[in-house]
Structures are given as structure tokens and as C-alpha cells.
């Protein structure tokens, strides 16, 4: 890494604006019980602080009480002291004037007083409790009004269909009769979803909304953007985008591509992965649930010719090849050449498709066109069924309330059943239609909150730099690298050169334990989002192929040493008066400076971030760091086009930007096709260069597209990494995703495609963080019986806040509820433990992320669980209703749960600063000059 570096930051970004202003829950508040409990509060202790002291006054007299006349005496005394000292009512014997007059004046006087605010304590006990039930009812209406807006119910019915038609039973009821249809479950469900919906800003349905933001000269907008605005109950609706969901439709088309009246019309392709060594043809082979495998044939003189002449006759359909092949048959066997190339398909040396891009706007659409010149009875009766989806997706779209959406859902979901049941697709094992996610939504703002921000000053832009240099040093998969690249020399020698299925069949053999690179994960799994990973998923890839040799773990003691020293650097940073730990810059950078030849500056990074006010300036607060290269723009340009077709694609000058940055020193950024059964990839195509990947179809242009086979593996011993090369271009790769699903969930040869040579597409700040920031989060057998929180101050460089203050709360901490405690005195008792370890009112919570029995269990080391308990969830302690959520995460917690402040809140929210929606911006972070 250079010495120095600047950075800049796209002109555009995206803006993700929750669907409830955040002051929306604060209805739900139990303010009145509160401020009776805090009165509760203050009496404890001054009954705590007096009792101890009035105990230590008793024992003293009970000391001087001696003979048999005195022993009954001195019996009730010290049953008092014990009364006292634990807070409780004394029984009246314990009061008695003859026994007090045993007592010197002063302390006797101490006493009645002490009872006297003991009975104070018990009237308003019971004057709270009296009110926590009249104020419970209260804050049910209020969730009742709340579960009723209209916005809520469409995004409610797509996130679960069943907490939807049980949220409306409960609404159509009378008030008096709504109790009836109230349960916990109901209760709780609908106070997750509410508060997803104003303090999340994760897009789904009408949930979070989308819109484009552009900077703006910096005094043009600061006055709109710092101005309190007006609390809205709703804001602007938005438009909405409705997709099918891909696995369906490529689920239809697959096995539409099946029909013999349908394939003749298919376009056929050699398969790009396709690579010819030693009379062996070797190729990923890919099946209908996308699980990939490594498949060898012999290069038969037969095999060799097909192959020959798919490759000359680009485009060519099917038909049109069975036509060819016919002709050169002197005995004319077309039936058994049609089962010839049908194998050939099967095995997947051939690729068939309908040419349809799989980016491409209105798939089913062109579905439908490329249907309609096949004069066959069964399959314009499947098109009139697909049309009649296509219709029912438009109605979807523009229908304005819930209860119609919901009957278009169900209208949605028989169609669907009758058309899979036609391609025969239920008739397959384990095949049926998901519960949810038919479709997704997707609802985008012309204007929102945040989309003219003044440019970020300059010394933000020098903080993100080292941001950027941080995100270098602890990227995850940088020790991963550097172990590949040591087994790499190993094997073939230093500065070799091999083809790259060649060396991925090689690790592939050489290790089971290659785990994420090569693991399989079924196409229908990302049906099922809440699918966790195993604890080997997680763990850095290619661990197993790093052993005992020379410059690399030499190069790797390097990284670790620098890790290691900026760890200490930034323990080393005593907080502030306020309580927050501001990192030295120049210490940071003079740091960064010595990083080894293997670290990389990041070229492009996508900052998920909020504002927030610091000290009469604007704060940034970082969420997460990926990778950039406009996939967020990309996807959200995408969703524009569907509803503008006309949209202009700005996205080509991304383009020419990532081919700009290729040199004789910088790799060629380069994309890699596919959708992969989910929407998150779906986006604008820019007509960059693409690697071609097996069984994705690409609007892009031939000469653009680089297959598999044209791709090269070299080690490079200067910086101790593995280049992937491309023969045609004669340039080094640097492999990117552009899609918006987590790598993990990619299939095999993509992941390490990315992994081993490509930009770390996912996340960097948890590994920042728990490399960095977050040690001492780790269980040990030494802080398993510890019961008091481990507090982390909030961490900040300048104006980045790179983290919130957090928590550490083990499990013998936490305020567990008992069997059959009431719904005040559990309310009672968090407000006491919050009050006992000073913890904020609003936070966010999580599991553990080191938890073992989330993450795959006990004795596979640490891991990060990508379950569900890994996302944090949004807690009011205020709120009664939140306490359900609190006990949900403490019982699946075994290591006991994270909390993290809730920054910025509700006040200093940008924009507005009061009563504004919660808004994430994704900013894009470019290198200059590294």
C-alpha cells in the first residue's frame, strides 16, 4: 500500500428510507407507569442505602443484648435487622413499642422513618401496578392503530401471509371484542414487523423504500436538510415494483425448455467452461437445482465435431443444429441424433436456453414471444396461462389496498399451481410452491428524505481514505489468499502459470476443507432465507492448504504482527469526557503505511451508512462495508427501468471508469454473469466485459463475454498473490459481483472465482470489528461465570463513528423471566436491571455472534452465525410490548447477547433532526492514486 492515497466518492448514491417516521412507536410507551416506576426506583434505593445502614446500626445493639430475660428480644431484633436489610414489610411483633424501646432514640426514630418510606413504596407499587393495566389496554389501541395502516398491512402480507390474516381478524373486530383475537403471538409478531418497518432500513415490500440521491453544492442544501420536518403517519407511498420471483421462473423455464414442440426454437451454445486437455474434455456441469460438479468426458472424434460446429455457427438454435448435423449423415439416423445432442445437453457440454438475457426487463414476456410463432396446441395454451400471470402481476402492482392485494396473491398462487402442474413440475419430489416470496416488491421515491445532501467536507473524505486502508489490512479474506497462494508455488513452482479449472479440480482433490469455495449449496435453499451456515462455511476459505513454506507465512506473520499492532493502538485510545474514543489519525496512518505487498487498497468500497448530529456537525455512523463498483445503483437503476423503460443507463460510466483503472499494474475489474434464482442480482446491464458463466444467458456482446476456458491462474511472487489472467485480453482480472446476494449463497466455482482472486464482495466491517475492535467478545472458559456487562465505548476516526457503544451482557446477567411472573413485575424488574448496569432506553440487540450453538456448535472453533439470530432487532425498553422480543433473544442467546446503542436516534436523526425516518445511504468510496 502507497504511503499516501486520496478518495473520492460517487457523485450518486442510494437512499434507503424506513416506512414509519421513528417517533411512530413512541405511543407504545409505558410513560406513565414509567415515571411512577422511576418514583419506585428512587424510593428502593433509599430503602437499599438506609437499610444497610440501619442493619449495621442494629447489629451493633444486638451485640450489647446479653441473658436469658434478653434472648427472645434479641431473636426479634435481629429478625427485624433482617427485614430490613432485605428491603421487607417487618411483622408487626418486630414493631412492637416495648421492643423499639430497647433501642437508642435516634436509631428507633431512623426506623419508623425508614418504614414509613417502606410504606410509601407499597401504595405506589400498587397505584403502578393499577396503572400498567389500565395503560396496557391504552398502548394495545395504540398498536392497533398502528397495525392498521394500510402501508403496513401490504408489507405485512407478503413478509407472512398467516400474521397478516390473523392481524385482520383482530382489526375487523369490535374494540370490546378484540381481545378474543389478541395473543402474544399476534402481539409479538405484529411489534417486530412495526418496528422493522420504522427503525430497519433492510428493502422489502413497503417496509424501507428506495430512491436516488445526488450530492449537491455544499450551502445549496444544508438548511432542507438540517430543518425539523412535520411527523408524518405515513410518508410519500411511493410506487411500486413487483417481481416473480427468478427460482420460479427459471424453474418454468427449464422446464418449458423440455417440450419437443418448444426445443427446436432453443438457441444452443458450447458450455463457456468448456476446456480440452490430453483428449479430455473438462467443464462444470451444472443441474436443474443449479448444484454444480467438475465433469470429464473423452474428446471423441464424434464429440469434438458437434462441438466444432456449434462453435462456427453462433447464433444457432437447436433445430437448426439437428438440421446440420442431419446433412452430414449420409444414413440419416435424425432420431438417434436428437438423443445424441439431448445427451450432450444432459451432461451439460451444451448449454440450451431461449436467448433471453437473464437481466433482461419482462422475462415472461419474452417468454411469451418467443412462444408464439410455435404453432402447437399445448403450448399457446401454457403462453395464455403465462400471459394471465403477466396480468396478475401488472393488477398486483397497481392495486392500492391490502385486502385486494390478498385476493390477487391468491389469485397468483393457483395460477401457479396450474402452470407448474402442466409442466409437470409438482409431479417431482420435494417441489412445491413457497408459503412467502412469490413475489417481491420493491417500492421506490421520486424524492426522499436525504436526496440532496451537501458534499461530504474534506476531512471526511481524508478519514474515509483510511477507512479504505483499514478495510485493506483486515479484509477476511486475506489470510485465506495468501494460504491458496502458498499451496499454489508448492504444487506448480514459483511464477507458474495454469489454467483455471485445472487448478480448481486440483484444490478441489486436495482438500475437503476448502469449504465455502466448493460447498454446495441447492438452488431451492434460497427459498429458505433463514438457512444458517455451518461453522465451516464461515471460517476463512483454503485454511487447510497453508503449511510449512517460506515467504508466504512470512508475508502472513506481517499481516498478523500489523493487525496485532493497530489492535493495540486503538485499545491503547482512552474515551473522552463523553464517554467516546476518538482514534489518532496520524498514529492510524503512519500505521497503515507499513503494510506488506500483499495488502491491497480496496478500489472501490460501498459504505452502508446513517447521519447523525456531532457537536453542531454532521457524523457518519458506518452499518457495513462491501464491495462498490455501483451495485447498488445498478440494482436500483433496474428497478427504475421497470417502471421507465426509457431510463437513461448513467450506469456506462461506471464502465468506462473500472476499465480506466486497468494498467499494466491494475487488474481489469470484470463481472461475472449470472442470476442464480435470485432477485438481489437482477440489475442493469453496462456492457462491461463479463466472464461467462455456465447456464446464464447474457444480453451482453459476444466479443464482451470471457469464458471460463479463457482464463489463467499465474502467481505473482512481488505480491505474494494469485493473478487470475485472461489469454484473449492478455490482462490481469479482477473478478467482481455485482449482484446484491451474499457470496455465500453464490454457487461453488463463482465463490472462488471471488475469493481466491476477485474484490471481497462482502461484508468488511464485521471482520474489522471483531478483529479489531471486538476481542474480548469471545467466550472463554475463564468469562463463563461472568455476570456484570463488558461495555465498549463508542469508536470513532474524526466524523466516522466505525462503532457504537455495545454491551457485552453474558447470560447470568440477564433478567429472565420466571414462571408464572406477571406482566408488570417483569416490566418492574428490566426497568431495575437497566437502571442497575445504566443502560440505554432504545438499542439494538443480537445474539452473540460468536455463539457456538447458533453457529454449528461447540468445538469447531469461533464462528460468525449468518442465521437470523445474527440480525439485530430493535428494542424500547419503554415499551412493554418490546419485552417479548427481550425474552425471545435471551433464550436463544446461549453466550448471552449484544447490545448496541441505537445511533442516531430519535433526535438526532439527519435528515430531519425531529421526527424524520430513519435513512441509510449507501455511498460508493473510489480509490485515487492508490
Known amino acids: 500500500m502507497k504511503e499516501q492515497h486520496t478518495c473520492s466518492v460517487a457523485a450518486e448514491y442510494v437512499v434507503r428510507v424506513a416506512g414509519l417516521p421513528l417517533t411512530a412507536l413512541a405511543p407504545l410507551r409505558f410513560e406513565r407507569s414509567l415515571k411512577l416506576i422511576r418514583d419506585l426506583l428512587i424510593l428502593e434505593e433509599r430503602l437499599s442505602s438506609s437499610g444497610t445502614r440501619l442493619s449495621e446500626q442494629l447489629h451493633a445493639v444486638i451485640g450489647t443484648l446479653a441473658g436469658a430475660e434478653l434472648r427472645r428480644p434479641r431473636q426479634l431484633l435481629i429478625e427485624l435487622r433482617r427485614a430490613i436489610f432485605q428491603g421487607r414489610q417487618p411483622a408487626p411483633v418486630q414493631l412492637a413499642p416495648d421492643l423499639l424501646a430497647l433501642l437508642p432514640a435516634e436509631l428507633k426514630a431512623a426506623i419508623m422513618r425508614w418504614q414509613e418510606v417502606l410504606q410509601q413504596h407499597a401504595a405506589l407499587l400498587a397505584e403502578a401496578r393499577r396503572l400498567f393495566a389500565a395503560e396496557l389496554e391504552e398502548r394495545r389501541a395504540a398498536l392497533r392503530a398502528l397495525a392498521g395502516q394500510e402501508r403496513f398491512l401490504q408489507g405485512l402480507l407478503l413478509a407472512s401471509p398467516s400474521l397478516y390474516l390473523d392481524c385482520c381478524r383482530w382489526l375487523a373486530a369490535a374494540p370490546a371484542e378484540a381481545g378474543r383475537y389478541l395473543d402474544r403471538k399476534l402481539e409479538d409478531g405484529l411489534l417486530n414487523y412495526l418496528t422493522r418497518m420504522a427503525a430497519k432500513t433492510s428493502p422489502y415490500s413497503t417496509f424501507t423504500a428506495l430512491a436516488r440521491g445526488r450530492f449537491v453544492p455544499a450551502q445549496a442544501q444544508w438548511e432542507e436538510v438540517t430543518a425539523p420536518v412535520a411527523v408524518q403517519d405515513e410518508p410519500e407511498r411511493g410506487r411500486s415494483v413487483i417481481e416473480l420471483n427468478m427460482l420460479l421462473v427459471h424453474h418454468i423455464a427449464r422446464a418449458l425448455a423440455r417440450w419437443p414442440a418448444v426445443r427446436p426454437y432453443l438457441s444452443v451454445s458450447v458450455n463457456p467452461s468448456l476446456v480440452s486437455d490430453a483428449g479430455l474434455l473438462r467443464f462444470i456441469s451444472r443441474d436443474d437445482l443449479g448444484r454444480e460438479s467438475l465433469a470429464t468426458v473423452r ?63 419482462n422475462y415472461l414476456l419474452r417468454l411469451c414471444e418467443m412462444l408464439a410463432p410455435i404453432d402447437q396446441v399445448q403450448v399457446q395454451a401454457l403462453r395464455a396461462r403465462l400471459l394471465e400471470l403477466l396480468e396478475a402481476l401488472a393488477a398486483y402492482e397497481r392495486a392500492a389496498r391490502a385486502h385486494q392485494r390478498y385476493a390477487l396473491l391468491q389469485q397468483l398462487r393457483a395460477l401457479l399451481e396450474r402452470l407448474l402442474a402442466e409442466l409437470g413440475l409438482s409431479e417431482q419430489p420435494g417441489f412445491a410452491l413457497p408459503t412467502k416470496n412469490l413475489i417481491y416488491e420493491n417500492t421506490l421515491l421520486e424524492e426522499a428524505p436525504g436526496s440532496s445532501l451537501p458534499a461530504l467536507e474534506s476531512d471526511l473524505l481524508a478519514d474515509l481514505a483510511l477507512v479504505q486502508g483499514l478495510a485493506g489490512l483486515f479484509d477476511p479474506l486475506l489470510t485465506g489468499r495468501l494460504a491458496l497462494t502458498a499451496w499454489f508455488s508448492r504444487r506448480y513452482g514459483e511464477g507458474a502459470t495454469v489454467d483455471l479449472l485445472t487448478f480448481y479440480a486440483d484444490c478441489f482433490r486436495e482438500s475437503q476443507q476448502l469449504g465455502p469455495a466448493v460447498r454446495n449449496i441447492p438452488a431451492e435453499a434460497l427459498l429458505i432465507p433463514s438457512t444458517a451456515l455451518s461453522t465451516a462455511q464461515v471460517r476463512p476459505p483454503f485454511s487447510a492448504l497453508f503449511a510449512g513454506s517460506t515467504c508466504e507465512q512470512e508475508e502472513l506473520s506481517r499481516v498478523m504482527a500489523l493487525r496485532q499492532e493497530v489492535a493495540r493502538f486503538v485499545a491503547d485510545q482512552s474515551p473522552d469526557s463523553a464517554g467516546v474514543r476518538f482514534l489518532d489519525r496520524q498514529r492510524l496512518r503512519a500505521l497503515l503505511e507499513h503494510c506488506p505487498a500483499s495488502v491491497k487498497l480496496p478500489p472501490s468500497l460501498a459504505l452502508y451508512c446513517q447521519l447523525y448530529w456531532q457537536d453542531g456537525q454532521r457524523g457518519l455512523v458506518l452499518n457495513s462495508i462491501q464491495s462498490g463498483f455501483g451495485r447498488s445503483l445498478r440494482r436500483l437503476s433496474y428497478l427504475e427501468a421497470h417502471l421507465a423503460p426509457s431510463f437513461p443507463h448513467s450506469e456506462h460510466a461506471e464502465v468506462d471508469r473500472r476499465e480506466a483503472l486497468a494498467s499494466a499494474e491494475e487488474p481489469l475489474p470484470i463481472a461475472i454473469q449470472g442470476v442464480f434464482g435470485s432477485n438481489l442480482n437482477l440489475r442493469l446491464p453496462d456492457g462491461g466485459y463479463e466472464i461467462a458463466y455456465p447456464g446464464c444467458p447474457s444480453s451482453g456482446r459476444r466479443e464482451r463475454l470471457l469464458p471460463l476456458s479463457d482464463l489463467l491462474v499465474q502467481h505473482d511472487p512481488a505480491s505474494q498473490r494469485l493473478l487470475l489472467l485472461s489469454r484473449r485480453l492478455n490482462c490481469k482480472l479482477l473478478p467482481i459481483h455485482l449482484g446484491l446476494m451474499s457470496d455465500y449463497w453464490l454457487p461453488p466455482l463463482y465463490r472462488f472465482l471471488l475469493w481466491a482472486f476477485g474484490e471481497t464482495p462482502g461484508e468488511r466491517l464485521w471482520s474489522l470489528r471483531l478483529l479489531l475492535l471486538d476481542q474480548p467478545l469471545m467466550p472463554d472458559h475463564q468469562g463463563a461465570g461472568e455476570r456484570q456487562p463488558r461495555y465498549r465505548p463508542r469508536t470513532c476516526l474524526g466524523r466516522i463513528c466505525l462503532e457504537r457503544a455495545h454491551w457485552h451482557l453474558p447470560p447470568t446477567c440477564l433478567p429472565a ?77 446461549s453466550f448471552g447477547l449484544l447490545l448496541e446503542e441505537a445511533l442516531p436516534g430519535e433526535t438526532d436523526l439527519l435528515p430531519a433532526r425531529e421526527g424524520g425516518s430513519v435513512c441509510e445511504y449507501v455511498f460508493e468510496v473510489n480509490s485515487e492514486g492508490a
Open 299 to 361: 474428446a471423441t472424434a464424434a464429440l469434438q465435431t458437434v462441438l466444432r460446429l456449434v462453435e462456427r455457427r453462433q447464433p444457432l438454435t437447436y433445430g437448426e443444429l439437428l438440421e446440420a448435423l442431419s446433412a452430414l449423415d449420409p444414413q440419416e439416423r435424425r432420431q438417434e441424433l436428437a438423443g445424441f445432442l439431448d445427451q450432450l445437453i444432459a451432461r451439460g457440454l451444451l448449454q440450451l436456453d431461449f436467448a433471453i438475457p437473464e437481466q433482461a426487463h
Open 817 to 893: 423471566r420466571q414462571t408464572g411472573e406477571t406482566h408488570f413485575d417483569y416490566f418492574l424488574k428490566v426497568q431495575r436491571w437497566r437502571t442497575q448496569y445504566q443502560l440505554p432506553a432504545r438499542c439494538f440487540l443480537r445474539v452473540n455472534p460468536f455463539d457456538f450453538q447458533a453457529a454449528g456448535g461447540p468445538g469447531e472453533g469461533p464462528a460468525y452465525s449468518l442465521g437470523k439470530e445474527r440480525k439485530p432487532v430493535y428494542i424500547d425498553f419503554e415499551s412493554y410490548f418490546s419485552l417479548s422480543l427481550f425474552e425471545h433473544l435471551i433464550a436463544k442467546g
